[in-house]
């Protein structure tokens, strides 16, 4: 199958489950999806329904018990931890709900640190082209502490695309911030989604977040009970 139509991203009947103290506790089960390139993509679903789950199989952190995930052709329950840690640098992105940001760098450095780590020579350059376009060019000297949430989630939005990668995973981005800031925060992240056609995978209860993709599932004890297509398919 060539690229053009081979899924960014595809899940085939996946299942997890963790060992509890009343034994075996299924997480996932028998979940499918498939993300086209560029596309953007909600997981949805109340709290405990599997969605953070779901989010870390697919950008390979995990592996399921059975079935298959495949990132861009690569079959992710064929790899080791090492051979998916090079393929999740070299090709996704992370926003979380905690901005996870180095208090002791600034703005620019904690943008430049993935780049640094992959010896990039052009770090600082990238890391300002990519604060330039969240809109924090005039913040990049300044320190986490220094700044309010939504520049921080901004700063962790300008490094998760600073390398350029073919998905993002963004868990809950808004979860930390107030409503005005938060609906900036997703104005951007989808603006981003378009004009880079950086595949956007969103993990949310936020229903009205949901609806601004163009597919999504929604969970419900581990299990996909509303599938929706994407409009464009």
């Known amino acids: 199958m060539s690229d053009s139509f081979r899924p960014l991203l595809e899940a085939c009947d996946v299942s997890k ?10 997480i996932l089960s028998k979940v499918s999806l498939r993300i086209p390139q560029g596309e953007s993509f909600a997981i949805v679903g109340a709290s405990g329904s599997g969605k953070t789950t779901l989010l ?33 640098r070299r090709l996704v992105g992370f926003v979380f709900q ?19 780590l992959e010896g990039s020579s052009a770090a600082r350059q990238r890391a300002r082209e990519a604060l330039d376009a969240v809109g924090l060019t005039p913040r990049r000297r300044h320190y ?46 989808f603006a981003l989604n378009r004009d880079h056609r950086t595949t956007l995978v969103l993990v949310t209860h936020d229903a009205a977040l949901a609806a601004r993709c163009d597919s ?9 009970v509303t599938p929706h297509a994407s409009e464009h398919a």
């Open 17 to 26: 489950s963790v060992s509890g103290p009343e034994g075996r506790l299924e």
């Open 144 to 189: 986490p502490a220094q700044l309010s949430g939504g520049e921080q989630q901004r700063v962790a939005i300008a490094r998760a695309f600073v390398h350029g990668p073919r998905v993002l995973f963004a868990d809950e981005p808004t979860g930390n911030l107030d409503q005005r800031t938060g609906h900036h925060v997703c104005d951007l992240l």
């Open 56 to 88: 870390g199989l697919l950008a390979g952190l995990d592996t399921p018990d059975t079935g298959h995930i495949a990132l861009h052709g690569h079959a992710l329950e064929q790899l080791d931890e090492e051979a998916r840690a090079d393929l999740r």
């Open 216 to 224: 999504r599932i929604e969970l419900e004890e581990g299990r996909v």
């Open 98 to 116: 905690s901005f996870h940001l180095l208090p002791a760098l600034t703005a620019e450095e904690n943008v430049m640190l993935p780049l640094e």
